[in-house]
């Protein structure tokens, strides 16, 4: 259930994130869902490697919208136009 918990976190992120990060965005639906929940995964495991959170927390609301905007970030920095 953690799992599936971090991917509906991350999928409204990544909406969100999409929404706060200037310039073009990636695709469409499918490749902001996908960045936005890549971003919930990433904060997620960096929060616990950190020790922010202990075994079986996810990172939340604002640290997967972190995570996803800094995925977007990354993401124009590679395929720039």
Do not use: C, D, N
Request: glycine share 18%; no cysteine.
């Amino acid at each position: 259930m953690h799992l599936i918990w971090t991917i509906l976190i991350g999928f409204v992120a990544g909406l969100i994130a999409k929404m706060l990060t200037p310039g073009r965005e990636p695709g469409g639906f499918i490749i902001t869902s996908a960045i936005g929940i890549a971003g919930s995964l990433v904060a997620t495991y960096v929060g616990l490697a950190l020790g922010w959170y202990q075994a079986g927390q996810s990172a939340g609301f604002i640290g997967g919208v972190v995570g996803a905007i800094v995925l977007l970030l990354a993401y124009h920095l590679v395929f720039k136009r």
